[in-house]
């Protein structure tokens, strides 16, 4: 299934789930004010998933002169890939991390965090950002976005019909609580979560071996974005980034899921020595593990 196929079919599910939902709890009424959120929620999230993202971890726009040693790079890389000069972002944490957003690649943006800019010497640096703009070039960043809103909402709306269903409904739904009292609104809280998950796994495990390909083509320099995935995967783990588990996909390397006991079960991320096996054929730079 292509980018633009994921893209339509998660928007369609918004679209079905806003629709059902409105009408189990609402009736006929909440079928059709169900249907009008998910308009809203589908022109919001084509448009503004990319901002919404950039503001969730508090990402800061830089320019040239800011951080010249990034767009460098960032410039020699998109001449080569044929794409447009993203905006950059900076992300205030000390973690290594990076990623790259927007509806086209007329509408990038690539975000990296304070960490990565300290961690990785100048041809580790190119790699990840040959990464992102990997993701660019094979147009999965607003599927990824678009998929970052989703997952959000359904779990935001699970936690809205456990309450209505609770209270009685949006109106008229109390013969469904004297029924069921909140047992399917409990049970749509606890699984909605999963649901979301699975949304991104769909999306987002595959595309990271993709982009590492086109980075590491890009480069020319597989070893470069080996060294710097392994650098990454060893400071992360003393110095972890939180993050949404609605979010979590979109960076290189999977971050702290809230401390979520679903956080391995459902990783959104390939084995970072999977990853890099794949680049230079054996799981680790050092030729040690």
């Known amino acids: ?5 994921k893209t339509a079919f998660l928007l369609t599910l918004l679209t079905v789930l806003l629709v059902l ?15 009008l959120f998910a308009a809203g929620m589908n022109f919001f999230t084509y448009f503004y998933s990319d ?17 010249p040693r990034a767009y460098a790079v960032v410039e020699r ?36 965090t304070h960490g990565i800019l300290s961690l990785l010497n100048d041809e580790e640096l190119e790699g990840v950002l040959a990464h992102e703009l990997g993701h660019v070039q094979n147009r999965d960043i607003l599927t990824s976005s678009i998929a970052a809103t989703l ?40 699984l909605a979560p999963i649901a979301a998950m699975l949304i991104q796994l769909a999306v987002s495990r595959s595309r990271e071996y993709e982009a590492d390909a086109t980075g590491a083509k890009t480069t020319g320099n597989p070893y470069a974005l080996a060294s710097a995935l392994e650098k990454i995967d060893a400071y992360s783990r003393r110095v972890p980034m939180i993050a949404s588990p609605s979010s979590a996909h979109l960076f290189i390397a ?14 959104t991320h390939p ?19």
């Not at 290594?96 to 975000?111: D, L």
């Open 151 to 190: 997952a959000g909402a359904i779990t935001l709306i699970a936690r809205m019909g456990y309450w209505a269903e609770i209270f009685g409904g949006f109106g008229g739904g109390g013969g469904r609580r004297e029924r069921g009292g909140g047992i399917s609104g409990l049970f749509m809280l606890i």
């Open 1 to 5: 299934m292509g980018n633009t196929a």
């Open 77 to 112: 890389m998109t001449q080569r890939m044929g794409i447009p000069m993203p905006k950059m972002y900076v992300i205030p944490t000390e973690s290594p991390n990076a990623f790259a957003t927007g509806r086209n690649p007329k509408h990038a943006s690539v975000a990296m």
């Open 21 to 35: 939902i409105g009408e189990h709890f609402g009736g006929q009424n909440g079928l059709i004010l169900g249907f």
């Open 51 to 67: 901002k919404l993202a950039l503001k969730m971890y508090k990402a800061q726009p830089v320019t040239r002169e800011e951080l």
């Open 254 to 267: 999977q971050p702290l899921v809230g401390g979520s006991m679903f956080a391995n079960l459902f990783s």
């Open 271 to 289: 084995p970072m020595k999977k990853r890099i096996e794949r680049l230079i054929g054996r799981s680790s730079v050092s030729g040690l593990q």
